[in-house]
């Protein structure tokens, strides 16, 4: 938080943002939903960098396809090169950083998507400031509760061993705190499931 504790999510009003003026849409998210004839939502994997979200939100985009479904994959990392480019690993960055995804996941799932999200989103305000976007059971929350160890021992992308040498900062799990959820949806240790077990529980739990 900054100094003067001023909220991560307050947006400074602006006269050109104080005209801007809500439309209503001819085409309801029903109705788009129903031309896709499947129930758009959102689901939020969330867990230490190595636990293996991308890895099962990729395996999971693809059996929805597979399936017929309308989805699409929203990675934390390919967004930090497009959307979020601008943002560095502060609190208050990775805060914006979550709201906009949160947005543009709310704005697919309107379009009558399934949208599958793989963000470390360490902060449990965080996430729940986005749950609290979605409709009611819209919002599937999936905690990848892979133990710290063994995500340290896959260590795909150097990352912490940067951490722990000091050379990256702000680093979740290591430097930053990880806030794991208090009541998600389902939990899952890939140290113990299998990504095919890991995509099955999560498919078992949806009503598309």
Known sequence: MSKDDTS???VKSTELASE???HNMKISPEQRALL???KPCCIWLTGLSGAGK???????DAVL???GKKSFLLDGDN???GLNKDLGMSEIDRAENIRRVGEVAKLLVEA?????CAFISPYRRDRQMVRSIFAQGSFIEVFIDTPLNVCESRDPKGLYKKARQGILKNFT???DPYEAPQAPELTLDTSRNSVEDSTKQILSILSL
């Open 8 to 10: 991560p999510y307050e």
């Open 65 to 67: 396809h597979s399936q």
């Open 36 to 38: 896709l004839q499947q």
């Open 54 to 60: 991308s890895t099962i939100a990729n395996a999971l």
């Open 20 to 22: 801007a003026v809500w």
């Open 79 to 81: 967004l930090r090169h």
């Open 173 to 175: 799990g290591i430097s």
């Open 112 to 116: 009558g998507l399934i949208v599958v």
